[in-house]
T-cell receptor
Framework: EDKVVQSPLSLVVHEGDTVTLNCSYEVTNFRSLLWYKQEKKAPTFLFMLTSSGIEKKSGRLSSILDKKELFSILNITATQTGDSAVYLCAVEGSNDYKLSFGAGTTVTVRA | AAGVIQSPRHLIKEKRETATLKCYPIPRHDTVYWYQQGPGQDPQFLISFYEKMQSDKGSIPDRFSAQQFSDYHSELNMSSLELGDSALYFC??????????????FGPGTRLTVL
């Protein structure tokens, strides 16, 4: 069974800080790893990573995948209170297209 | 841009009743996924459909069934509801096409409360 472990489970930072979220995985026939941001509603897609070592960037968010060590990190720089959310990591195997989610990291950004 | 539509947004049922949740995928998306997210839990995959055929099955109870219709919308039918079925039910859609990679886009969810 696919396994996704996120760390830390939660963290509290102040505006302007940088946060790094970790996601390690075990999946049969890896296809992709996805990051989602979930506030009090549906998960919102952030990134899809399929290749090692290629950083994906969107504004203050960036993410990279290491397929050898089976992990990914999500960085948020210059955090803002609007970044407060649960960040979910999910993996997709090539045998099927379903997502297996980690437990999420709850990020709280204080003004 | 059009997003995934789910209805109803909120539903309250009694134990042993039946509920039907609907999902309308993003136009031209051919795949629909259903997830269940309990309070404080991560989303758990239930079932998916590709081109109106069931493509994968996860931890979906036998009391639940689902299908995808010719217009690609999907319905999740839940019978003999139990208190533990209270959760947020998300539908996601994606376009498989010829690409091996497909982002799943989530609908707003249906919050089901079983009393």
């Amino acid at each position: 069974e696919d396994k996704v472990v996120q760390s830390p489970l939660s963290l509290v930072v102040h505006e302007g800080d940088t946060v790094t979220l970790n996601c390690s995985y075990e999946v049969t026939n890896f296809r992709s790893l996805l990051w989602y941001k979930q506030e009090k509603k549906a998960p919102t897609f952030l990134f899809m990573l399929t290749s090692s070592g290629i950083e994906k960037k969107s504004g203050r968010l960036s993410s990279i995948l290491d397929k050898k060590e089976l992990f990914s990190i999500l960085n948020i720089t210059a955090t803002q209170t609007g970044d407060s959310a649960v960040y979910l990591c999910a993996v997709e195997g090539s045998n099927d297209y379903k997502l297996s989610f980690g437990a999420g990291t709850t990020v709280t950004v204080r003004a | 841009a059009a997003g995934v539509i789910q209805s109803p947004r909120h539903l309250i049922k009694e134990k042993r009743e039946t509920a039907t949740l609907k999902c309308y995928p993003i136009p031209r998306h051919d795949t629909v996924y259903w997830y269940q997210q309990g309070p404080g839990q991560d989303p758990q995959f239930l079932i998916s459909f590709y081109e109106k055929m069931q493509s994968d099955k996860g931890s979906i109870p036998d009391r639940f069934s689902a299908q995808q219709f010719s217009d690609y919308h999907s319905e999740l039918n839940m019978s003999s509801l139990e208190l533990g079925d209270s959760a947020l039910y998300f539908c996601a859609s994606s376009f498989k096409g010829t690409s091996p990679y497909n982002e799943q886009f989530f609908g707003p969810g249906t919050r089901l409360t079983v009393l």
